[in-house]
């Protein structure tokens, strides 16, 4: 059982780093581009709120494509794809 939550403890910090770092990307990016973005929206952005997360355990594996820093793309803010 000790091991178990322990590889939970491991996966949720990976999704905490992973998510940050994409976050703290996207933010970046919209200030760069002039992109309105309130301090007040950005306080209220949480890390584990997001479509990638799955909870039921069934888990994709296939490698996206990626930039030359090691990142994937980001999408553009103007487009509305229906993603979160």
């Not at 950005?42 to 888990?59: F, Q």
């Amino acid at each position: 059982m000790e091991d178990q939550l322990g590889a939970l403890g491991l996966v949720v910090n990976a999704i905490t780093l992973w998510n940050t770092a994409y976050l703290d990307m996207i933010l970046g990016r919209l200030h760069a581009d002039g992109y309105p973005v309130r301090e007040a929206d950005v306080a209220r952005l949480h890390l584990y709120w997001h479509r990638h997360i799955n909870v039921a355990g069934h888990y994709s594996f296939t490698p996206p494509d990626l930039d030359s820093d090691g990142r994937r793309a980001l999408r553009d803010p103007g487009t509305d794809d229906g993603q979160m």
